[in-house]
């Protein structure tokens, strides 16, 4: 039997709607070529969502020559008019809202109110930045010579591949489509295997939105098929990849073939430390929301603490109440749940296996440590908000990105030394200080090694600021005009205006 290209679908909250299914290419939903699928797994309860296309290199092929083909007519359409393009987009996502909130918190396992609504929003927030930024894509007049004039032209790359994770399905992939757009560029993304449904819905509304036919394609489908083909093809023009570090080796490799330009978004184990001088509930809060929020599978999580042992043993008091208290895990329909399953049963066991590896390691358990099994979490991946205390700099533990609900807590004496712990993993993402010192706090965010400091807050993202890390967290920036930088090249064209030669 062939499998259909829509499947009408109704959301635990009641919401109805039509799923695509298919592979969206040259404004389309195609079957795959090589009749592959996959499927999707609720992270609820373990069950299939839907059965969907699923792209492998013949795809990958197809896709490359309709988006070259779109290319051509789309570098030569006006800032503004592809400026009007995405706010018409961000204006059909705002009616959208409903459905695409609904359908993220149920494909992916984050708590629809405290979690999917505000990815919805920024997705939208996302597109009207990269908007008006489209007519200010802007070179530069270079004078030197009175007889010569220099300019630069910042032109798009052409195809640009974006391959993104499941922890924010929608998001990840609005950060890389938004800007390449903007700047002039035609794009192909790959979704998560884990997490394909949430994007092919977004693919119907750029179709409703205008955008010519190849501008856009969205690929279901693995990373060693579709996505090592995008990597390695020798059509696309620039890759952006956001994933773990392994993978993210491997992107790198197969990109220099041809040479691709290449950003890399990558993992990270980010540190929060706490001087004696610091606000500690403000500290705790920030603590809390920095490792909990979205079941902790957040690239920039602070999940290891550092904590001055002066106020080591009141700091886990405080948060391990405010934790019981705060981050109550359920179904992700709940309104008041702030914490859902973690995305599959892979992450959830390999998340399982790191709390064993925890305790085997003599760390100890304040908080959760196990999975939940109460009322109908059982079915699903769900862990508890694990809190280890009393851990030492050399656990692997405090070393390795567990990217689940997992915070390791360990104690510092002084300011040295907390810095050498921060500075101590191959990760360089995120890092959070807190104290009422100014003058320290801007001394550690300069030594400490990380793409993103917060000085009294913890992953405080904003899309007007660039996001990245250094180190094996990644090459090059998204978000801001940072990001856009990365979707252009400098041309610079010589003229001879005098009479040199
Ligand atoms: P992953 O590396 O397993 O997969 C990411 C994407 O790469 C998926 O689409 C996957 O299909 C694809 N892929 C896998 N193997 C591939 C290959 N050989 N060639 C091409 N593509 C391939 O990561 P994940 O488990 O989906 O996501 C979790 C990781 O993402 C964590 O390490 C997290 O820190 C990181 N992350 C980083 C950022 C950031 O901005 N730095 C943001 C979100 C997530």
């Known amino acids: 039997m062939t499998l259909p290209l829509f499947q009408s679908i109704t959301l635990p909250d009641g919401i109805k709607y039509e799923q695509p299914t298919g592979l969206f290419i040259n404004n389309e939903f195609v079957a795959s070529k090589n009749g592959k699928t996959l499927d999707s797994i609720n992270p609820e309860t ?5 059965t969907i296309h699923c792209a492998d290199e013949d795809d990958v092929d197809i896709a490359v020559a309709a988006a070259r083909t779109a290319f051509k007519s789309w570098r030569n359409t006006t800032g503004v008019e592809r400026g009007e393009y995405l706010y018409k987009l961000a204006a059909i996502m705002e009616e959208e809202k409903e459905v695409l ?7 992916s396992g ?35 010579d009175p007889k ?55 693919a119907k509304l ?21 996505g090592s083909a995008l990597a390695g093809h020798m059509k696309v023009d620039k890759i952006s990849f956001t994933g773990s570090t392994a993978t993210g080796k491997l992107i790198q490799k ?78 992700v329909y709940e309104d008041d749940k702030m914490v859902g399953p973690q995305v599959s049963k892979v992450q959830f066991e390999k998340i399982l296996s790191y709390i064993d590896i925890g305790k085997k390691e003599g760390a100890r358990i304040a908080l959760g440590g196990e999975r939940n099994t109460e009322k109908d979490m059982s079915k699903g991946f769900f862990i508890k908000p694990t809190i280890f205390a009393d851990v030492k700099p050399d656990m692997r533990i405090v070393n390795e990105e567990i990217f689940g609900p997992v915070l390791a807590v360990g104690k510092f004496k ?38 993103m400091v917060w000085i009294n807050s913890s992953n405080d993202s904003d899309y007007h600021i660039p996001f990245g890390g250094v180190k094996a967290s990644g090459v090059g920036r998204q978000l ?11 041309k610079a064209v010589h003229v001879n205006i005098g009479t040199r030669l």
């Open 101 to 107: 909130t609904s359908l993220e918190a149920w494909d």
């Open 148 to 202: 010569k004039l220099a300019y630069t032209i910042h032109e798009p790359y052409g195809v640009c591949g974006h391959i993104i994770p499941w922890n924010y399905p929608l998001l990840m992939g609005v950060w890389c489509l938004a800007p390449a757009l903007a700047a002039g560029n035609v794009s192909i993304i790959k979704s998560s295997e884990f997490t394909p449904l949430s994007l092919l819905y977004l």
């Open 110 to 144: 984050k708590t629809k109110t405290l979690n999917a609504v505000g990815d919805v929003q920024e997705c939208i927030d996302v597109f009207k930045y990269y908007a008006g930024w489209a007519d200010k894509v802007q070179g530069r007049v270079i004078q030197n």
């Open 46 to 50: 373990g069950d299939v969502n839907a």
């Open 414 to 451: 002084t300011d040295e030394e907390a810095l050498e712990f921060a500075n101590q993993t191959e990760y360089g993402l995120g890092a959070a200080i807190f104290t009422r010192d100014i003058a320290i706090a801007h001394n550690m965010a300069r030594d400490i090694e990380a793409g």
């Open 480 to 490: 801001g005009d940072y990001g856009l930088e990365h979707y252009t090249q400098a």
């Open 206 to 226: 750029f179709e409703k939105a205008g955008f010519p036919p190849g501008t856009i394609a969205i690929l279901s489908g693995y990373g060693k098929d579709a």
């Open 254 to 331: 197969a990109a220099s073939n041809n040479l691709k330009a290449v950003t890399l978004e990558c993992g990270g184990k980010s540190p929060l430390i706490v001087r004696a001088d610091a606000e500690i509930d403000q500290a705790v809060k920030w603590a809390a929301q920095g490792i909990f929020i979205n079941q902790g599978q957040v690239c920039t999580s602070t999940s290891r603490a550092y904590i001055h042992e002066s106020i080591y043993d009141e700091f886990v008091t405080e948060l391990v109440a405010h934790v019981k208290e705060e981050f109550l895990q359920g179904s």
